[in-house]
């Protein structure tokens, strides 16, 4: 694009990043308004990976940048986020902060959004292929929530596209300098998302091909290359050497992720491990607790990490076809309409009229669409694909959620851009803003494509109703916020849902509880143990429950099960004691 005589906010059509952009900055900040104004905004302690990232920020801000073991998480967003709130200070209110940390996220995206419209101009797309996917990600609510949360996918959608742009100007020819940056650059994105690796090694092997293919390409540039990769990365896995002396290269999270994507009962969605709790905090701590038990000792985090990875390992080589089969069904929920998201953002603002209630916002579908299309049909850009695909081969290691495809969506609607201008440009509607004359209908090929791209996004995927899902989850976010009586609404409209389902109950028992509702409360938890016997947190909190109502043997009774469902819990004994004593002081004559 060039700049001319007119103002540079003149014209859309010469300009469509810049008001793009603008679009999506306004959207972005609409949505922080009301974001910030709900129950949601400040991240519930030890839930989900939000609360995590914020609390691993703050460890940052404290001057913490390596922990005690090895990086459990990938560390980029924390060191960036951890010096947001180092600048702001910590005497700032937290929610003061949480709100900076969504301006930096908005501002991220929205760099994101001119970044890749101008890539897809560069690459041949007219104006109106630009506006038509620009928007569609602009409007994108997906993308909208993660730009204001405090979590790293809209980082790692901005390092990804910023890389693609540099990565696409390099030339053989080109200075050892300007290759070494492009390396630097993938090395710290690597520190964002470990997807970044596999495309650093899609990236060699299409420099490779190309050197075969012309001799003058010089090899030099890839050694080059591979040592800026390298130089971010190098301090944190010489940090996890030396504290655990085990070679782990970024993180050692991994493990525990590669098996949930890869074991008998994977679905290619993340799902729930039997017995395990669903927080990212207590998650991980029973993935360890496993571990140590079926090993008979204290574990390091690369030791449980292994441990993981090697039961992944064996189900793949003992269950090869399965595990085809398996990645037949991830590669389908990559593309699918389906918005899974288990941190269940989305539904909980809907739940809650807080946003995005009206059902014309734009889905990933057509990012998808145009995307797969667009890695199909278009043209001039085979290097970009090889960096998309690279990239997507990492998601179907794992597994599939619309925060992780959420980082390739600005690619995909690259790739998009492009696919419009073979499909719609032949057909005489987009040719460089003018009619293409030398045809007006589409190609065999082209209805094809877009036909084979219609199926796999619309295909009716077999899975869960979520809708009860969505109010426990919306329930026990609001308890935790102590919004009570929203909080028991909603678990009610679940169990309506989920008649069966003891966690409901459970979340039930603890709202009427809490509004000093005894006797219904009692009754909730009697309920949760019918539903799930094993279910120790009900098992401690009808003993509390017993308590209150001086029936000390009851609640004796019910302490002793909740030690013997999980002898770890952090607060049984403490309570079991407690229950003895005013058993002796009751039984004492006065």
Request: with cysteine.
């Amino acid at each position: 694009m060039k700049l001319n005589q007119k103002s540079y906010f003149s014209s859309w059509q010469e300009h469509p990043d810049v008001w793009i952009a603008g679009l999506a900055f306004v959207v972005r900040f609409w949505f922080l308004y009301k974001f910030s104004d709900s129950p949601f905004f400040e991240p519930i302690p030890g839930g989900n990976d939000r609360a995590l990232y914020h609390g691993l920020a703050w460890q940052m801000a404290q001057g913490h940048f390596f922990p005690t073991g090895v990086f459990e998480h990938m560390p980029l967003y924390p060191w960036l986020l951890g010096l947001i709130y180092a600048i702001f200070g910590s005497e700032i209110h937290p929610g003061q902060n949480l709100y900076v940390a969504g301006l930096f996220g908005m501002l991220v995206d929205t760099a994101t959004v001119f970044l890749f419209v101008r890539l897809a101009c560069s690459l041949g797309a007219p104006a109106s292929a630009l506006w038509i996917t620009g928007v569609l990600y602009a409007l994108y609510p997906t993308a909208i929530i993660y730009s204001v949360q405090t979590m790293p996918n809209t980082l790692n959608a901005f390092l990804l596209v910023l890389f693609a742009s540099v990565a696409l100007r390099l030339r053989s020819s080109g200075s050892k300098r300007s290759w070494w940056g492009a390396g630097l650059l993938a090395g710290v994105a690597a520190l964002g998302f470990a997807g970044m690796l596999l495309i650093v090694i899609g990236c060699v092997v299409y420099w490779i091909w190309i050197r075969i293919q012309n001799s003058e390409f010089r090899i030099q540039n890839f050694l080059v290359f591979l040592s800026g990769v390298i130089m971010p990365i190098v301090p944190v896995t010489f940090h996890n050497w030396q504290t655990e002396h085990r070679f782990v290269l970024v993180t050692a999270h991994g493990g525990f992720n590669f098996y949930m994507g890869n074991h008998a009962n994977a679905t290619g969605y993340p799902v729930q491990i039997s017995e395990f709790r669903g927080e990212s905090g207590s998650l991980l701590f029973d993935a360890r607790v496993e571990a140590e038990k079926a090993k008979g000792r204290k574990l390091t985090s690369a030791e449980v990490s292994a441990y993981w990875s090697q039961k992944a390992w064996n189900f793949i080589c003992e269950n090869p076809l399965q595990e085809l089969k398996l990645l037949g069904s991830k590669f389908l929920k990559f593309w699918n309409r389906s918005e899974y998201d288990d941190l269940r953002l989305l539904p909980m603002f809907r739940l809650t009229n807080t946003a995005f209630t009206s059902p014309f916002w734009p889905g990933f579908v057509w990012i998808g669409w145009l995307g797969f299309v667009g890695l199909i049909l278009s043209r001039r850009c085979d290097f970009l694909k090889v960096i998309t695909i690279s990239g997507i081969v990492g998601v179907l290691c794992f597994f599939v959620t619309a925060r992780y495809r959420l980082t390739f969506a600005p690619l995909l609607s690259v790739l998009g851009a492009i696919g419009l201008i073979t499909i719609f440009g032949r057909a005489g509607v987009i040719a460089d803003g003018n009619v293409n004359q030398r045809g007006r209908r589409l190609s065999l090929q082209n209805v094809l494509s877009l036909s084979i791209a219609g199926v796999i996004v619309w295909l009716p995927l077999p899975g869960s109703d979520s809708r009860a899902l969505d109010h426990y989850n919306t329930a026990v976010y609001l308890l935790n916020l102590g919004k009570t009586e929203a909080a028991l609404e909603q678990a009610i409209k679940g169990v309506t849902l989920e008649p069966r389902e003891a966690n409901f109950f459970f979340v039930i028992g603890n709202a009427n509880f809490q509004l000093g509702k005894i006797e219904e409360a009692l009754a909730a938890y009697k309920t949760t143990i019918h539903l799930k016997p094993s279910h120790s947190y009900a098992h401690y909190n009808l003993a509390l429950t017993w308590m209150r109502l001086s029936e000390f043997e009851k609640a004796m009774d019910e302490a002793l099960l909740t030690l013997q469902y999980d002898p770890q819990h952090p607060r049984a004994r403490a309570l079991l004691d407690q229950i003895r004593k005013q058993t002796m002081e009751k039984s004492e004559p006065k």
